[in-house]
């Protein structure tokens, strides 16, 4: 199957830092990948959606000046949360879909934001 | 915007009976219905999904049924193990396509455990 890598799996940072995440597809090419932020015991909420060489579509309430996306190749997408605070600490997947199965979504194993 | 809405928010069942997941959602052109079952701390991994042009799909011990007319979809565990211990969520696509893959709407996820 369609294998989706992220990385770090965990970062811990101080408050006002920014962090990068990254979302490879690794063995498909991934015309779109979203990104979802789920908080402990809840959902995943989706945060945007990228297109290989287009600006990222963010749901509403999220801040696209905050949460950075970028989608540079068919493989790669990074988000960036600039200027981390304490309540930006979450889990954040990626999921990348392509390839013959049009709608279907793979996803990263996750990324562990803590802010101190 | 598309709501998907999920039943029960947990469900427990002894080893071997059978475990119903239910869930209603809000857009009538969405045509894709994604299960996921997603162990603490991991990715949410695809279990089964069906299309709006069936109406049933089985594989192996799990099954999901839809009614379009009603717009609402079930997953259905049979012969429950410990191993299916987990949280599981629907999904349902939102109707229109920006640029490539649709957007999914999450459930609020079900966490499922499995009594031995």
């Known amino acids: 199957g369609a294998v989706v890598s992220q990385h770090p799996s965990r970062v811990i940072c101080k408050s006002g830092t920014s962090v990068k995440i990254e979302c490879r597809s690794l063995?498909?090419?991934?015309?779109?990948m979203f990104w979802y932020r789920q908080f402990p015991k809840q959902s995943l909420m989706l945060m945007a959606t990228?297109?290989?060489?287009?600006?990222?579509?963010?749901e509403q309430g999220v801040e696209k000046d905050k949460f950075l996306i970028n989608h540079a190749s068919l493989t790669l997408s990074t988000l960036t949360v600039t200027s981390a605070h304490p309540e930006d600490s979450s889990f954040y997947i990626c999921?990348?879909?392509?390839?013959?199965?049009?709608?279907?979504?793979?996803f990263g194993p996750g990324t562990r934001l803590t802010v101190l | 915007g598309e709501n998907v809405e999920q039943h029960p928010s947990t469900l427990s069942v002894q080893e071997g009976d059978s475990a119903v997941i239910k869930c209603t959602y809000s857009?009538?052109?969405?045509?894709?219905f994604p299960w996921y079952k997603q162990e603490l701390g991991k990715r949410p991994q695809l279990i089964i999904d069906?299309?709006?042009?069936?109406g049933e799909k089985k594989d192996q011990r799990i099954a999901v049924t839809l009614n379009k007319t009603a717009k609402h979809f079930s997953l259905h565990i049979t012969e429950t193990q410990p191993e299916d211990s987990a949280v599981y969520f629907c999904?349902?696509?939102?109707?229109?396509?920006?640029?490539?893959?649709?957007?999914?709407?999450f459930g609020q996820g079900t966490r499922l455990t499995i009594n031995p």
């Open positions: 999921s990348a879909s392509g390839g013959t199965s049009y709608n279907e979504q793979f």
């Open positions: 063995d498909f090419q991934a015309t779109t």
């Open positions: 990228s297109n290989e060489g287009s600006k990222a579509t963010y």
């Open positions: 857009d009538s052109a969405s045509n894709y």
């Open positions: 069906i299309r709006s042009n069936v």
């Open positions: 999904a349902a696509s939102v109707g229109y396509r920006i640029q490539g893959a649709q957007k999914l709407v």
